[in-house]
């Protein structure tokens, strides 16, 4: 039997995250460079993600359509800074059923061109208004650096796409998503995100203005978790996306879009993750809970795993999400670190003595060794295991937490960036032009501007880079 160890996240960290995800059986290389299955643990964890954001979104109005997965070129070249923005990225069909294509198509990178030609037609009046849609939906963005989840060149995403009657309604819309994102990655996933304004240099292309929320993963670099855009009139205009308003005067819609990538699986991984592999997050475990029984001999066999099997059916019963690991071609120890590497939450042992006095031995995913085993009654056991998912999903998003503010620093002097972004997100005054952020990340080795947190006093200092007039703070890290 294969080892399950990985490489040492202090050792090599790019190694260990391709390690982790691989070992967890979240995912696998495609045949096709730069793609990957996702495997069935790893699908899990996806729908799960999507199960909340889904239901958040519906809870805001939105509903869930479908468009295709081609889209005319014509429609792409339509938009001049969209179109300059992912040119280097687009992956282009020139012929189909053996005959060149009167006009080329686009394996959809985003779907703001073609979501807004359908706007136009189906948008007449002010009454039309809002219009709330959201697609779930795979995209192809032609990457030269690839890792899973993290960069693919096919990945699966939900893209939110509304418009609106107002530059105000189209606003609120933006934030709105903007607090959505933040609020599942808090509260679903625990992780500890700074939302904020994107800088111009690294606002989407044809966007008026773009948010996101940036997380920082085990090794402080930053990811880039969720964009929330308000697109203007941008799109509107190109493709005239037009309604009449109460005084009867056609007007140009205000349009947003926003989105989640299956990179959030990513951030999970390197945001929790250990030496010994995944920490999931019981909300969005596929398994929140796994019982591994240990016996010896084949009467030791029958009487624990009747016990075992009473005891998952009693947690299923309480909706509690469980598995009973029946293998017995493996010892419970390589049980207990195969379930590690997976990242399940809590593993509940039961071995004779456990049943002869009505026990079983919980053990933690979230506290080191030697501080995460407890005895616990059967009796009762449901709802000491529901309590337990609360007080893990708790302590994940308090380790988090605490990391990432032990490696945020608010700087004063340009010197100071250069120091803390080695390692670590520095905060400093900036004027937000293209030309500081390409000076900052040529003298620091590549870090770049994440966002401006909107949870700022103000007021008005000298930018860090330039000594320019700066009304903002902005976050400076390197990232994914």
Known sequence: MASLGVTPRSEDYARWYTDVVQKADLADYSPVRGCMIIKPYGYELWEAIKRELDRRFKATGHQNAYFPLFIPMSF???????????????????????????????????????????????????????????????????????????????????????????????????????????????????????PGRKSEKEKFAGALASYSIEAMMGDVKALQAGTSHNLGQNFAKTFEIKFLDENNELKYCWTTSWGVSTRMIGAIVMAHGDDKG???????????????????????????????????????????????????????????????????PLRIEIGPRDVQNGTVVLARRDLPAGQNKTSASQEGLVGRVIELMDEIQANMLRQATEFRDAHLHEVNSYDELKEVVRDGWALAWFCGRPECEDQIKADTGGATSRNFPLDQEGGEAKCVACGRPAKEKAYFAKAY
């Open 278 to 344: 995944l920490r999931l997050p019981p909300r969005l475990a596929p398994y929140q809970a796994v019982i591994v029984p240990i016996h010896r001999t084949a009467e030791e066999r029958a009487t624990v795993l009747d016990a075992a099997e009473r005891i998952r059916a009693m947690l299923d019963d309480g909706g509690v999400r469980v598995i009973l690991d029946r293998r017995d071609d493996v010892t419970p120890g390589y049980k207990f670190n195969d379930w590690e590497m997976r990242g399940v």
């Open 76 to 194: 792409m070249e339509k938009e001049a800074e969209h179109v300059e923005g992912f040119a280097p990225h687009l992956a282009v069909v020139t012929h189909g059923g053996g005959q060149k294509l009167d006009e080329p198509l686009v394996v959809r990178p985003t779907s703001e061109t073609l979501i807004g030609h359908a706007f136009s037609k189906w948008i007449q009046s002010y009454r039309d208004l809002p219009l709330l849609i959201n697609q779930w939906a795979n995209v192809v963005r032609w990457e030269m650096r690839t890792r899973l989840f993290l960069r693919t060149t096919e990945f699966l995403w939900q893209e939110g796409h509304t418009a609106h009657a107002t530059y105000e309604d189209a606003q609120e819309e933006t934030m709105r998503m903007l607090d959505v994102y933040t609020d599942f990655a808090v509260n679903e996933a625990a992780i500890p995100v700074m």
